[in-house]
């Protein structure tokens, strides 16, 4: 497999965009938390938390695929 050399430009910028994200997480993360040990039994749906979860996961997924897209050159 051939190896790109990646500028220092190239890793702060995704260093930085992946900070960024990490940082997104872990604030969607906590308000998710939130609503789960905070709940109300009438208006908590444990098959929303569920999806909320798993669209974050793809979300998360989908950024971090586009940095090493933009970081290879794709």
Avoid at 4 to 26: C, G, N, P, V, Y
Avoid at 40 to 46: A, H, I, L, R, V
Avoid at 60 to 69: A, D, F, Y
């Amino acid at each position: 497999m051939p190896t790109k050399k990646i500028s220092r430009f190239d890793l702060e910028w995704m260093l930085d965009a992946i900070k960024e994200t990490h940082q997104e997480l872990q604030e969607v993360n906590k308000k998710l938390d939130d609503a789960f040990y905070q709940r109300d039994g009438e208006t908590f749906s444990p098959y929303s938390h569920i999806g909320a979860l798993g669209a974050q996961l793809i979300i998360t997924e989908i950024r971090l695929k586009s940095i090493l897209e933009v970081t290879e050159g794709k």
